[in-house]
């Protein structure tokens, strides 16, 4: 048996908590629940039942939500990207 394998398995073992979903998972709840309240808001408004004060409150929280996820996601490809690149 090779000792790399074991070491890594080890090691794969003890991290893997570490990829467990903790407060990300909140974040993402926290996202769909904004998306959704900025869809019923729109509904609401198309139809009337809201005021466009409310409307126009609701696509700039949206719009910050999505600048949001798309920064993390930037950020998650830039580093994957940077992990390609080490040597091995």
């Not at 696509?59 to 910050?64: F, K, N």
Request: aromatic share 4%.
């Amino acid at each position: 048996m090779d000792i790399r394998a074991t070491s890594a398995s080890l090691a794969y073992a003890a991290n893997k908590p570490a990829t467990a979903p903790s407060e990300a998972a909140g974040a993402v709840k926290d996202f769909v629940a904004t998306l959704q309240n900025s869809e019923s808001t729109a509904i609401a408004s198309m139809s009337g039942g809201a005021d466009p004060h409310a409307l126009v409150q609701a696509l700039a929280q949206t719009e910050l939500a999505v600048e949001t996820a798309v920064t993390i996601r930037d950020k998650v490809v830039e580093a994957y990207q940077e992990i390609l690149r080490m040597p091995v």
